[in-house]
């Protein structure tokens, strides 16, 4: 034993390793992009691969579909939900006008002519009327410069009237998100997607002054439905900045266990298939299939995909990552798209927006 021990220490003491040693230096550099890709991992694109490649599952054999029918799925219904949140939001406004005769101001940029963009603002500025919040929109062509993005953000940093400055994303390819997203203040970064405020949320004793509102729809969606969260496997599917990212650090601070999958996740499948709840934000239609669920399990899905469908008022459709019809026969709960989580994401942005107006006046 001991001259085993005595030989695997001079193996661990002397073995050279010149190699390890010249691959952590010469890959340690800040690469092309300033990023040190040793530490933070190579910079790869998540793409996720297509859900037709994956052939569904085969149907039920008939006696078992009879014992599914006594789980009788609640469907979570995000108007109704969002509904009340502006509804208190709408109070707090009217009460704020009469105290201080001051409302929340909400400045919206709009880069490029995509439908489904422009229909969500004009969501959110319809949602801005009826909760008395004022709001205005900055529209650029798809060819506009950084600068006169980073301009319009300026402009609306200065302004006083102006509490909350959100950009719509995505941005078009030629314009760097973070150079935009940088430039907002602070104390007016109602998405919540600024380092500190992303930053504070990820650390356990701070506080961030705004959190993503779609994080915080997830969150919200949840609670309303009396689903318990401390303790419970989550699985969020995504890893973005505007969904992915927030739900987990979100999650995590309402002590939930929280994994991660993503284009790179070898078999999904297992991993949410362990999940009490799981969250989609992958933004692919269809990829979640039936398959994928725990019996019982909650969904949340974040996705809304656009497809194009001429027939249809506005030329597309809105549909989730989530393979609805299957999910119900598996799951306790879940949310539908539309009429899910995207009416609460909008409702979130107006209290983000009233917590904005309440800290410039001091109210907080
Ligand atoms: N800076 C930024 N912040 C965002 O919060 C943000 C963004 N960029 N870019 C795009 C995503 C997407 N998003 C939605 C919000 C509301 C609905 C929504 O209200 N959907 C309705 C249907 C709307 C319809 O039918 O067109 C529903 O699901 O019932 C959807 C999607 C916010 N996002």
New binding site residues.
Partial sequence: MRALLSKLNKELVWTPRPIVFKAFFSSNRAGKNGRKDYILGPDLPDLWPSPTSTPPPPPPPPSQSKVDEKLVPTIID??SIAEEIRSSVAEEVRQMKYSIDKVPGLAVILVGQRR??Q??VR?KIKACQEAGITSQVAEFPEDCTEDEIVNAVTSFNEDPSVHGI?????LPQHVDDEKILGAISLEKDV?G?HPLNVGNLAMNDREPLFVS??ARACVELLLRSDVKIIGKNVAIIGRSK?VGLPTSLLLQRHHATVSIVHAFTENPEDITREADIVISAAGVPGLVRGSWLKKGAVVIDVG?NPIEDPERK?GYF?TGDVCYLEALRVVSAITP???????V??AM?LSNTLDAAKLAYGLS
């Fill in positions: 995000g108007r489904d963009s229909s969500y969501s959100l950009v719509q994303l995505p998405d997607f509102c779609s505007v809304t506005h809105l798209v539309p009429g899910g989580v995207g009416p994401t909008i942005l």
